[in-house]
C-alpha cells in the first residue's frame, strides 16, 4: 500500500515555530511579529502564506506551548534556496533579541501531508503524533475527522531532520522529531472535538492534544499586491 504521508523534498514545507514567551516581554513579541516578522517570512520568494496562533481560552486547556507560527512554502526546496538562507543568516537585532526571550521552543521544517478539505479555520487542533506509523494511522481517519461538525482541514506534518536546526532555547540533546496532526476548524469547541477523536482513536494521551486560535493569516499575494 503506497503511503499519504509525504517524506519527499518535492512537497510542500511549513515553517513550524512552537513556543513561550516570559509575559513581561509578551507585548514587544507580538509587535515584532505583527510589524516585522511575518511580513519578511511571507516575503520571501517560495512562500505562500504566514498564520499566527495563539492558545485557545478554553477552561481546563493547559497547551504545552502559548504560541504556534506556520509558514507554508511551495515545496521543501525553497528551505536551501539563496532568499531563504540569507532571510535565515542575516536577521535584525529585533529578531535576535526576540529569538532570544523565547522558551521552550520547538522549531520544525515540515514536510505537509495534505489529508482532507480545504480552509482555513479560526481554530486550529494539533496532535502530536510520536512516530511515522503513527501518523499513517492518523491518514487513515483524515475522512473521518473532517466530517466532524465544524472540522475543515486536515493534514500531516513530518519533520524534515537534517533542515529543522533548533533555535537557542532548545536542547538539542531532549528534542524529539516527531510528526503532528493539525486541524482546522470553525471553532476551538469543534477542533477539541476533532482532535479528541483522532486522540481516542489513536489512543493517545490526552496532554499530546493542543488547541489554538488564530491570530492572523498574511498571504504572500497580499504582500505581492500592496508594492
Not at 147 to 154: K, Y
Amino acid at each position: 500500500m503506497t503511503s499519504v504521508i509525504r517524506q519527499d523534498r518535492a512537497a510542500m514545507g511549513e515553517l513550524f515555530i512552537w513556543t513561550d514567551i516570559d509575559p513581561a516581554h509578551e507585548g514587544d513579541f507580538n509587535q515584532w511579529y505583527d510589524r516585522e516578522h511575518m511580513a519578511e517570512r511571507a516575503g520571501i520568494p517560495g512562500f505562500s502564506w504566514a498564520r499566527r496562533y495563539r492558545a485557545a481560552n478554553l477552561d481546563g486547556h493547559q497547551p504545552a506551548r502559548r504560541y504556534l507560527a506556520l509558514y507554508r512554502t511551495e515545496s521543501m526546496g525553497v528551505f536551501g534556496s539563496e532568499p531563504y538562507r540569507k532571510a535565515f543568516t542575516q536577521q535584525t537585532e529585533w529578531s535576535l533579541t526576540n529569538f532570544g526571550r523565547m522558551g521552550n521552543t520547538c522549531r520544525r521544517v515540515m514536510i505537509v501531508s495534505p489529508l482532507a478539505g480545504v480552509g482555513t479555520g479560526a481554530a486550529l487542533g494539533l496532535l502530536q503524533l510520536g512516530d511515522l506509523l503513527t501518523a499513517e494511522r492518523a491518514a487513515a481517519l483524515a475522512a473521518e475527522l473532517a466530517q466532524v461538525d465544524g472540522a475543515l482541514t486536515v493534514r500531516v506534518l513530518t519533520p524534515d531532520p537534517e533542515l529543522s536546526t533548533p533555535l537557542p532555547s532548545e536542547d538539542p540533546a531532549g528534542r524529539v522529531l516527531e510528526p503532528v496532526l493539525l486541524i482546522d476548524a470553525t471553532t476551538p469547541e469543534a477542533a477539541v472535538a476533532a482532535v479528541k477523536l483522532a486522540a481516542d482513536k489513536l489512543a493517545l494521551a490526552q496532554d499530546k492534544a493542543h488547541i489554538y486560535s488564530l491570530l492572523w493569516d498574511l498571504q504572500s499575494s497580499d504582500l505581492q499586491a500592496s508594492r
